[in-house]
């Protein structure tokens, strides 16, 4: 496919990706809010609470039932789409940028996985995911959230480890990101739309509605909004290559999942104690953590080494400017990837911090390594930004 249209296809449906997800996250987080912020002393007849709220110059006053009422609204608004078109449009993207380009973006470098196989295990691995999360919440470990949560924790982590011994550090993330989607999308398509559904059938035909399905789905809803901060995570970490690019990149996937998991629990449960007040402090400390241990690391005995900037130029010219031009001679790019050009020795040393990231501590340029750049070029170019970089 032309580059320039792949180009535009990206944009658009990225754009139409983030704006569902948007809706979708929005009204996870309110309704969430919502449910943990209910006064439930003394609610009238039917209810289990009800709340007042101000907001863009109005009052409002919202009454949750303990099922439903005796007789239906003639309009109700339903919540539904939101995830239909994230997940879609999620997918699109996901073929658009990893399966349309899997030896550049998907494949782990040096690999000899072809297109089709890697295309499908990526795909496998989200129906995988989300039979195997099903199974658990209807087994009797799903009377146990708790333990059930932290088995569900394990399996993700067990999935970046088993993805990033296949895929590149990016195409890992990102389908550790499409597993939680899915499961996220057939919460809201299996499991709450049919349990609503089947609430309000039972008040249509004047039955007692089953107590179970509606407590099956916010159980659901529940999981869905603890996904929520680690899926964002993902959506933003192909921008920050010390994390996906880590050797143990799995791990640093897991690190920053559980501390965002700990920031959203403290925010579902700050409303009825301030006991995980402590989850803030500790989740800044975490990353403060994080960034220590991944922290590149200087070699000094390298550095005295010097470096001309002939040999530099050399090394990007034939494994960097391929892309990285105001003219890319790769087939896959119409235009610099992220506007980032090497054509003079100005842009070469204004980037080498960028160069240093990417492509010494990370290595996760070039990438899927087209341009099968050695270990000894690495440790070139580190050896030249370690000796200042100098361009004379």
């Known amino acids: 496919m032309d580059p320039y249209i792949t180009e535009w296809l990206n944009l658009a449906v990225r754009w139409a990706h983030m704006i569902a997800g948007v809706a979708w996250i929005g009204a996870s987080f309110y309704f969430n809010w919502l449910e943990n912020h209910l006064d439930r002393r003394n609610p009238r007849e039917g209810l289990s609470g009800d709340l007042w709220a101000i907001?863009?110059?109005?009052?409002?006053?919202?009454?949750?039932y303990k099922l439903a009422p005796a007789q239906m609204p003639e309009k109700l608004h339903w919540f539904k789409w939101e995830a239909y078109a994230t997940f879609l449009s999620g997918f699109a993207l996901l073929t658009v940028v990893y399966y349309l380009n899997a030896q550049l973006y998907l494949v782990a470098p040096g690999s000899d996985l072809g297109s089709a196989a890697a295309i499908a295990i990526g795909v496998g691995s989200l129906l995988i995911g989300w039979f195997t999360y099903t199974f658990l919440c209807d087994s009797a470990l799903g009377k146990k959230p708790g333990l059930l949560g932290l088995v569900i924790f394990a399996l993700l982590v067990f999935a970046a480890w088993a993805l990033s011994q296949v895929f590149s550090g990016r195409g890992a993330f990102i389908h550790v990101g499409a597993i939680i989607g899915t499961i996220m999308v057939g919460n809201v398509f299996r499991v709450i739309m049919p349990a609503q559904r089947a609430l309000l059938k039972a008040v249509a035909e004047g039955r007692e509605p089953d107590p179970a399905l509606p407590a099956k789905g916010l159980l659901r809803s529940r999981h869905?909004?603890?996904?929520?901060?680690?899926?964002?995570?993902?959506?933003?970490?192909?921008?920050?290559?010390?994390?996906?690019g880590a050797e143990f990149n799995w791990a640093v996937l897991a690190a920053l999942s559980a501390l965002s998991v700990l920031v959203r629990h403290y925010f579902n449960t700050r409303h009825a104690t301030q006991q995980f007040a402590w989850a803030l402090p500790a989740a800044a400390l975490g990353m403060v953590t994080l960034a220590f241990v991944l922290a590149p690391q200087n070699n000094s005995r390298a550095a005295t080494q010097e470096v001309s900037f002939n040999q530099v130029s050399q090394v990007i010219e034939q494994r960097c400017t391929v892309c990285h031009s105001s003219s890319p001679s790769f087939a896959g790019f119409s235009s610099a990837p992220a506007g980032i050009t090497f054509d003079s020795a100005e842009q070469i040393k204004l980037l080498s911090p960028r160069i240093h990231a990417q492509s010494i501590a990370t290595q996760a340029m070039p990438l899927g390594n087209v341009t099968q750049m050695t270990q000894e070029e690495r440790d070139l170019l580190g050896r030249w930004i370690a000796n200042g970089a100098s361009i004379d």
């Open 55 to 64: 907001h863009g110059g109005g009052i409002y006053h919202l009454e949750k």
């Open 224 to 244: 869905n909004n603890y996904f929520t901060l680690p899926v964002l995570f993902i959506m933003i970490s192909n921008h920050f290559p010390s994390t996906f």
